[in-house]
């Protein structure tokens, strides 16, 4: 298990390195092939590990004196790295394979045959970091994965290299990247406070100093994943970063911040300590419905097809690490509806972006105002959209209907007037959500054909943007029945 949890990691940075010497032809085959045995091995390793968990660490860094004698790197999963893998693996591999039929001349709004090398060098070396990030033992690899994510996604981000797209990347990087700062600053805490960097040396902290390495992480995952007050990056970068990694980013790369938290979360139970933060749970509760009803009022505003999509993924990052802030508060449910939320919105939210991918494609457009009866030329992007939308905003039987549903019951298990409060909130801002995707996704494919409709390049999608198109409405039903057996062995003690 050993060998196949590193090859796990290897194996996209092998397949970065590799591209780099190859012709376009050989490196799409090379990416998808990658990709295609990296989703491979994890499927194999969760179904095989399942219900348990298995740790291999090694490493020493002797210099570091009355450090633990234990390994600083290594391999950990557990149900809620097998959660994590499986988002990863398969978002990543759908938007490989999305972009061997997108990223040519043929894409209408900027031709982008160009720098195939580059541009699967980034995704195949983002992929290995997301897994490292995945799989790490401890704070230490998880912060220089969370760190090379950084740097792979403003490359990304920057991928055609004008002005805007560089801006775009630029302010991405330096924004995450202050939330890496505070995670630097843990780390130094961590050690000095207990001499290790071990998940579970977090609960061997004092009361104070654990409210402070709580707060300066959620201050890291706030930068991370695009919350108030570091929301503006996101819609940036979504409008300028080719349609596929408008994918990446909103199914995987903006969780793993997310997905840190959690994971520092369960360290506490796992440690044998309680979690003993309320008042950091309760700022993280305010701080995430905050953020959710502030990016729901800008969806109004938007024009943008992608920026709206991504004011949307604010929002349902604000679910997640609601869920987590009433976990805190000693909701299990709802802290397991929010991790459950991870899985569920990558699905929906990555078809989402690769169906305005494909719109972008045919009609060069992002408009909304310039779109309408698209579903005459391209009836599976409209189909595919639509279920999209449904799932995002939980309607049963699709995924975010059961986290959302794990998020609302959770609620009224937080004593006091707080549980109510949060649940009417949620519901209110999900109402109004539904009813402006459904408008927009009325406006977009219903109706009479716009001239840039009429004015669409004549001829089909691509065969491997079709086919992911597809496998895409699959999961947002699939989604849930591969996360709600994870999620109930995540551990948690109240």
Aim: glycine residues 8%.
């Amino acid at each position: 298990m050993l060998a196949i949890l590193i090859l796990l990691v290897a194996l996209p940075l092998i397949g970065a390195i590799v591209v780099l010497a190859l012709r376009p032809s050989g490196v799409r085959a090379v990416a998808v092939g990658t990709a295609a045995i990296t989703l491979g091995l994890t499927s194999w390793a969760v179904i095989h590990v399942f219900p348990h968990s298995v740790s291999y660490v090694f490493g020493r860094m002797p210099w570091l004196k009355g450090l633990e004698p234990v390994g600083l790197f290594g391999v950990l999963l557990d149900p809620l790295a097998s959660l994590a893998l499986v988002v990863i693996t398969g978002v990543t591999f759908l938007v490989v394979v999305f972009s061997t039929g997108y990223m040519s001349d043929a894409n209408r709004e900027q031709p982008l045959a160009k720098g195939q090398r580059r541009y699967y060098h980034w995704l195949l070396l983002l992929l290995a970091a997301m897994v490292g990030l995945a799989l790490s033992p401890n704070l230490l690899q998880l912060f220089i994965c969370w760190e090379l994510t950084t740097l792979c996604s403003w490359a990304l981000i920057s991928h055609t290299q004008e002005e805007k797209t560089m801006r775009a990347g630029f302010k991405a990087l330096i924004m995450t990247h202050v939330g890496g700062l505070f995670f630097l600053v843990t780390l130094f805490i961590l050690f000095i406070s207990t001499r290790s960097f071990a998940f579970t040396a977090l609960a061997q902290l004092s009361p104070g100093l654990k409210s402070l390495v709580f707060l300066f992480l959620l201050i890291a995952a706030w930068a991370k994943a695009a919350q108030i007050p570091f929301h503006t990056w996101l819609p940036d970068a979504h409008a300028e970063a080719p349609s596929p990694i408008s994918a990446l980013l909103s199914g995987v790369i903006v969780k793993v911040a997310v997905y840190a938290l959690a994971r520092i979360v369960t360290s506490f139970y796992t440690g044998g300590s309680p979690l003993a933060v309320d008042a950091v749970g309760l700022v993280a509760a305010i701080m995430a419905l905050a953020t959710m009803f502030m990016a729901l009022a800008l969806y109004f505003a938007q024009d943008d097809l992608k920026r709206l999509l991504a004011y949307s993924t604010i929002t349902h990052l604000g679910y997640v690490l609601l869920g987590i802030g009433m976990g805190m508060l000693g909701s299990e449910l709802a802290f397991r509806g929010g991790i459950l939320h991870i899985i569920n919105h990558a699905f929906a939210k990555s078809t989402l972006f690769l169906c305005a991918g494909a719109v972008v494609y045919m009609t060069g457009t992002r408009s909304i105002r310039q779109l309408g009866g698209l579903v005459q030329r391209l009836p599976l992007v409209g189909v595919a959209f639509a279920i999209g939308v449904l799932a995002i905003t939980g309607v049963p039987p699709l995924g975010c209907f059961w986290s959302k549903f794990y998020l609302l019951t959770g609620a009224l298990q937080i004593a006091g007037g707080l549980g109510p409060v949060i649940l009417v909130l949620v519901l209110l801002e999900s109402v109004i959500s539904f009813a402006w995707m459904l408008r927009v996704t009325q406006k977009i494919f219903l109706g009479k054909p716009t001239e840039a409709v009429l004015a669409a390049q004549p001829g089909r999608l691509p065969m491997a943007m079709t086919i992911v198109l597809v496998v895409c409405i699959i999961m947002c039903v699939l989604a849930p029945v591969i996360g709600i057996p994870l999620v109930a062995r995540v551990p948690y003690v109240p």
